[in-house]
């Protein structure tokens, strides 16, 4: 191809490195709007619906798509998506598997959020959400009606910690023709993947342990074969893409995903098997321990347990004693969110199956860092003596 050789151009002012490409170890971030072809055959081709590749900045630059594909393998999918959050990310699930008059069974111990999006929203476009246990398995069936069009799950779910038996669920679903979709935020890649046990669509929040550093927000979505092409055609048609900066973070968080959530794991566990030893605690709601009513399952299908985990005193303590007892904590950050290296602490009534669970009594969830697990033993030990047992 010839070109006007008389004109300076543009490229030739701002090609500041000589045009020799710099080699670093990790991807560059590449931010965009306009992507250039070499040809205007290219731009034909573009205007057909017929480029192979990307021809805008809104469909994903480079740095999004080494973040997903990244992503794709650890889950063992087809094609991952990513999103500016984890919300986001279950919301166009959602959206791109559902059309007036379906019906969604949602697990009641989803992240609270999901099911505000599906009461009050899709509730709108004539899209029917049924509230099934946090515990279901082979029973799934009772609660199937010919609208079923998709089943979602958390496991174990927020707050509470209950789990579902996911490979009962998936054989059932595959059987009806019913779509899967489960929020695997708390397990991580490393310690479930879904898509192996039949599952069709894994979702994460990357904000919590894939980034791991509780300074993004961000989501992805990991699909199987099957719903592949309807999933990149409703993100295609959404206009959905995530800024480079956090792909780029989100890629650094799953390089060290592996070692951060051993750490997690121990220590979480040292924490745990502490409190079950206190006399103000009733239940340690963690399903790597024995006592956790679906530690079967656990044990079954993970490989590992995360650092997220709940706990019930004995007694239904007042707000005030609550107060004295959080206040009183120096390691733990008060706050919402999860799956950082700093300890959270965040204190709940929760209903479950229309009930109040325990009894109206606080269920306390920490987010175990990595901080040194001793540390955090005696700072709970020191909450512990505000309260009377
Ligand atoms: C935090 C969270 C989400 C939402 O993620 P954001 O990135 O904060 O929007 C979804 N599911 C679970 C289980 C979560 O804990």
């Given at each position: 191809m010839k070109?006007?050789?008389?004109?300076?151009?543009?490229?030739?002012?701002?090609?500041?490195?000589?045009?020799?490409?710099?080699?670093?170890?990790?991807?560059?971030?590449?931010?965009?709007?306009?992507?250039?072809?070499?040809?205007?055959?290219?731009?034909?081709l573009a205007r057909s619906d017929k480029y192979p590749g990307v021809t805008y900045g809104t469909g994903g630059l480079s740095t999004q798509k080494d973040f997903e594909s990244a992503l794709c393998k650890l889950e063992n999918g087809h094609?991952?998506?990513?999103?500016?959050?984890?919300?986001?990310?279950?919301?166009?699930?959602?959206?791109?598997?559902?059309?007036?008059?379906?019906e969604i069974l949602l697990c009641d111990n989803v992240y609270g959020p999901t099911a505000r999006f599906c009461d009050s929203v899709l509730d709108r476009y004539n899209i029917k959400t049924t509230h099934i246990p946090s515990n279901v398995g082979a029973n799934i069936s009772e609660y199937v009606s010919?609208?079923?069009?998709?089943?979602?799950?958390?496991?174990?779910?927020?707050?509470?910690?209950?789990?579902?038996?996911?490979r009962a669920i998936s054989k059932f679903?595959?059987?009806?023709?019913?779509?899967?979709?489960?929020?695997?935020?708390?397990?991580?890649?490393?310690?479930?993947?879904?898509?192996?046990?039949?599952?069709?669509?894994?979702?994460h929040s990357a904000t919590k342990y894939i980034c791991g550093y509780s300074d993004m927000l961000m989501g992805c979505v990991t699909v199987n074969e099957k719903y592949s092409k309807q999933y990149h055609d409703f993100y295609h048609s959404m206009e959905k893409y995530t800024n480079p900066q956090d792909c780029y973070l989100a890629l650094r968080g799953l390089r060290t995903l592996n070692v951060r959530l051993r750490t997690h794991e121990k220590s979480a566990l040292k924490v745990a098997r502490w409190l079950q030893s206190k006399t103000v605690v009733d239940i340690?709601?963690?399903?790597?321990?024995?006592?956790?009513p679906q530690h079967h399952l656990w044990k079954r299908d993970?490989?590992?347990?995360?650092?997220?985990?709940?706990?019930?005193?004995?007694?239904?303590?007042?707000?005030?004693?609550?107060?004295l007892f959080v206040n009183a904590l120096n390691m733990f950050g008060i706050g919402?969110?999860?799956?950082?290296?700093?300890?959270?602490?965040?204190?709940?009534?929760?209903?479950?199956?229309?009930k109040v669970k325990y009894q109206g009594r606080h269920i306390v969830r920490l987010n175990i860092g990595l901080e040194d697990p001793d540390d955090l033993i005696k700072d709970l030990e020191c909450g512990f003596n505000y309260l009377n047992d």
């Amino acid at each position: 191809m010839k070109k006007n050789s008389e004109i300076v151009s543009w490229d030739e002012y701002t090609r500041i490195h000589g045009g020799k490409q710099i080699k670093t170890i990790n991807p560059s971030i590449q931010s965009g709007s306009t992507v250039l072809f070499e040809s205007y055959e290219d731009l034909v081709l573009a205007r057909s619906d017929k480029y192979p590749g990307v021809t805008y900045g809104t469909g994903g630059l480079s740095t999004q798509k080494d973040f997903e594909s990244a992503l794709c393998k650890l889950e063992n999918g087809h094609s991952s998506f990513a999103f500016s959050s984890g919300l986001s990310a279950i919301i166009n699930t959602l959206m791109t598997l559902t059309k007036s008059g379906d019906e969604i069974l949602l697990c009641d111990n989803v992240y609270g959020p999901t099911a505000r999006f599906c009461d009050s929203v899709l509730d709108r476009y004539n899209i029917k959400t049924t509230h099934i246990p946090s515990n279901v398995g082979a029973n799934i069936s009772e609660y199937v009606s010919s609208d079923t069009k998709l089943i979602f799950l958390e496991s174990p779910g927020s707050n509470t910690f209950e789990m579902q038996d996911i490979r009962a669920i998936s054989k059932f679903a595959q059987q009806r023709n019913i779509t899967t979709v489960i929020d695997n935020t708390w397990a991580t890649p490393i310690f479930l993947r879904p898509l192996d046990l039949g599952i069709d669509i894994s979702i994460h929040s990357a904000t919590k342990y894939i980034c791991g550093y509780s300074d993004m927000l961000m989501g992805c979505v990991t699909v199987n074969e099957k719903y592949s092409k309807q999933y990149h055609d409703f993100y295609h048609s959404m206009e959905k893409y995530t800024n480079p900066q956090d792909c780029y973070l989100a890629l650094r968080g799953l390089r060290t995903l592996n070692v951060r959530l051993r750490t997690h794991e121990k220590s979480a566990l040292k924490v745990a098997r502490w409190l079950q030893s206190k006399t103000v605690v009733d239940i340690v709601l963690h399903p790597a321990l024995d006592s956790h009513p679906q530690h079967h399952l656990w044990k079954r299908d993970y490989s590992g347990s995360a650092g997220l985990f709940g706990f019930v005193f004995k007694k239904a303590y007042s707000e005030d004693d609550m107060a004295l007892f959080v206040n009183a904590l120096n390691m733990f950050g008060i706050g919402f969110s999860w799956g950082g290296f700093k300890s959270l602490i965040t204190v709940g009534k929760y209903k479950r199956e229309g009930k109040v669970k325990y009894q109206g009594r606080h269920i306390v969830r920490l987010n175990i860092g990595l901080e040194d697990p001793d540390d955090l033993i005696k700072d709970l030990e020191c909450g512990f003596n505000y309260l009377n047992d």
